[in-house]
């Protein structure tokens, strides 16, 4: 029977949220649609200036030497002279100003270091582009003048790299893939199931107290425990369902995008990192999922659970943000007993294709004990609601 009553409530504010379009296109719209075309918009930008900075490098050159051939066999390099090349390089009409010094041939032939002198703009990256080619550019004439000297002292180009090193990487296909993904993937899963749920537990408590409908939903032959019941499963399909959109912008994106051909969503071999994968997801977003309704229900008014909800992406960002740049074999060992850290924990390892047991045992482990930590002062809020509100 409370069973049915649950599954009777649940189905009643699913039709609510169904009948709401903007929540809808809020957790849908935004990521399957924005955030892809950002990624097309940012990527397109990128290519852009980069195929300008290698079609067009105007530099200026002051002073003469053999060097200038390699400078002259850049692609895209052009001469000038302007009246004041440091103000042209600000304005961006230079990328590069190179100063060669008066003696560099003769410093060269003699067996010496000769100076330059390479003046860019940081601030510009097709400036920067510009330094760029033209340290390959001295690199390359170095490199000659290096073995010039060594055949006139009759040593080969060997003599100076006595030893050979090969640099072999050991990581598997699909580590190489999960360790683009794992930086970015828990950050948007985590904040995608914290941001997903807030406006519709927001609604569900503190909504329904401003419209006046909680007050008739709670003095109903209803368990106050399976109202909220109801409204929690119905906070983790939204929060799930934001996720889900939010794997598949990025999918889209890794496809399509400027990243196409370098890493795959599908990384995670190993069933049992998938399960753990899995289960962290659903764990988190249950407690992201209790934390909100409790928030909502200590709530006066929808304003001021936005207020307090703004706290729950801030819990769901710090820790994704701190172990975004950590390898899964650096991480601390608490970081795994802790709330988010955990999960965060878990899903770097899943994605990258090595689950520990010990570490899923502890994440998930401490994740359910959360949950049940959150939903039960969140059910403890809720009963107390109802109590006021009854006769």
Not at 79 to 86: L, R, S, T, V
Not at 266 to 292: C, I
Request: hydrophobic share 50%.
């Amino acid at each position: 029977m409370g069973k049915s009553i649950v599954w009777t409530v649940f189905q009643k504010e699913m039709r609510d949220l169904f009948r709401d379009q903007k929540t809808w296109l809020g957790t849908f719209l935004i990521p399957l649609v924005v955030v892809p075309f950002v990624f097309f918009l940012m990527g397109n930008s990128f290519n852009s200036v980069e195929q300008e900075a290698r079609s067009h490098v105007p530099i200026a050159v002051y002073g003469q030497a053999e060097l200038m051939e390699q400078l002259k066999a850049i692609p895209g390099v052009s001469f000038h002279n302007p009246p004041d090349p440091h103000e042209a390089l600000q304005r961006g009409e230079l990328r590069a100003i190179v100063t060669i010094e008066d003696n560099f041939t003769e410093q060269i032939a003699a067996g010496r270091s000769a100076g330059l002198r390479v003046e860019y703009d940081s601030t510009n990256q097709k400036s920067v582009y510009a330094r760029d080619v033209i340290e390959d550019a001295v690199a390359a004439y170095s490199k000659q003048v290096v073995a010039q000297r060594l055949q006139q002292a009759g040593l080969s180009a060997q003599s100076m790299e006595p030893v050979r090193t090969v640099y072999e990487q050991v990581s598997s296909g699909e580590q190489v893939a999960g360790g683009m993904l794992a930086g970015i993937l828990p950050l948007m899963l985590v904040v995608s199931l914290a941001s997903g749920g807030i406006a519709v537990a927001n609604d569900l408590i503190a909504g329904e107290r401003e419209r006046g409908t909680l007050e008739s939903l709670m003095t109903a032959p209803i368990a106050a425990d399976q109202l909220l019941t109801a409204k929690l499963l119905a906070v983790m399909v939204m929060s799930c369902a934001s996720a889900t959109a939010s794997l598949v912008s990025l999918s889209l994106i890794i496809h399509f995008g400027p990243f196409a051909g370098e890493a795959s969503l599908f990384a995670v071999a190993s069933p049992f990192a998938l399960l753990v994968l899995v289960l962290a997801v659903l764990l988190l977003a249950a407690f992201f999922a209790g934390l909100e309704l409790m928030l909502s229900t200590l709530s006066r008014s929808m304003k001021e659970g936005q207020t307090y909800m703004s706290g729950v992406i801030f819990l769901a960002m710090v820790p994704s943000y701190m172990l975004m740049p950590l390898h899964p074999v650096d991480l601390p060992e608490h970081y795994y007993v802790l709330p988010v850290f955990n999960s965060v924990a878990l899903l770097k390892e899943a994605f990258y294709g090595k689950v520990d047991p010990m570490h899923a045992l502890l994440g998930l482990g401490s994740s359910l004990l959360f949950v049940v930590v959150v939903i039960a002062f969140s059910a403890r809020l809720f009963r107390r609601e109802g109590a006021h509100l009854k006769p």
